[in-house]
């Protein structure tokens, strides 16, 4: 019975079609934000170096320079909790799914010695009417993926966010992707607690945290979504509380 709400959303599939296009229409196709995609912290040795993998969110979509986005954030924050030189790189892509990052991104990353991964994938399967079948079958390869390439790697997924706080979505519309998303999540958190990677909980989120297209996050919304995952990221560092 938990998958019954998932397949009513199937019925409202006209209703997705007509409003997402109306959403389209409206909103402002934003670039990733200009700036480096990755950069060097100063500290104390050994580094940490973190890859922030996936969608708009990791190119820092929604803001003008990726100082301000999340790998860059996080970077800053992981340095003032360890001290350590933290070396990181933000490989995101607007509008790509776990299918894509899989496909087309993980294969063409070089195999650098990435301590930490961020993966911030899943909206895009979501809101592209992804079933749990398909997100499993590609999330969770893109996981084993990962896990190939930086078996000792500490990998943190942020999931999917809660569509219905997001100020471009109209009320129906939001309702629909939120019973979805809630699907999405709890399939990735499953799959995370088997496939060696942690599941971040859901990141709270308020309106001063999304970007003028009401959709992408804000400088705001990506400081706070890095002081969300901080914590998470640097829990298996030594003389981090």
């Known amino acids: 019975m938990r998958r019954f709400p998932t397949l009513l959303t199937w019925l409202a599939f006209p209703v997705y079609v007509w409003q997402g296009l109306g959403v389209r229409r409206r909103t402002t196709r934003m670039l990733p934000a200009q700036g480096p995609v990755m950069h060097e912290i100063s500290g104390l040795a050994p580094a940490i170096s973190v890859l922030v993998l996936g969608d708009s969110s990791a190119a820092s ?6 100082e301000n986005g999340l790998a860059a954030q996080l970077a800053v924050l992981i340095a003032q909790r360890t001290g350590r030189t933290v070396r990181w790189r933000a490989a995101g892509f607007n509008s790509a ?10 294969p063409n ?11 911030a994938i899943g909206t895009n399967d979501t809101k592209n009417f992804h079933s749990v079948p398909r997100f499993k079958r590609e ?10 390439k930086w078996p000792e790697a500490r990998v943190v997924w942020s999931p999917v966010l809660e569509f219905t706080r997001a100020p471009a979505m109209p009320p129906l519309l939001g309702k629909i992707l939120e019973i979805r998303a809630v699907e999405m999540n709890r399939m990735g958190e499953r799959l995370c ?31 706070a979504w ?5 914590s998470l990221v640097v829990a298996n560092e030594p003389g981090v509380a």
């Open 61 to 66: 979509v929604g803001i003008g320079n990726s």
């Open 97 to 106: 799914t776990s299918g894509q990052i899989r496909d087309h991104v993980l």
């Open 109 to 119: 990353l070089s195999a650098d010695p990435w301590t930490h991964i961020v993966l």
């Open 139 to 148: 999330f969770g390869s893109l996981l084993y993926a990962l896990r190939a």
């Open 193 to 223: 607690l088997e496939r060696g990677a942690i599941p971040a909980p859901r990141l709270p989120i308020t309106d001063a945290g999304f970007a003028s297209d009401g959709f992408h996050a804000s400088e705001a919304g990506y400081r």
């Open 226 to 230: 890095a002081e969300h995952l901080v």
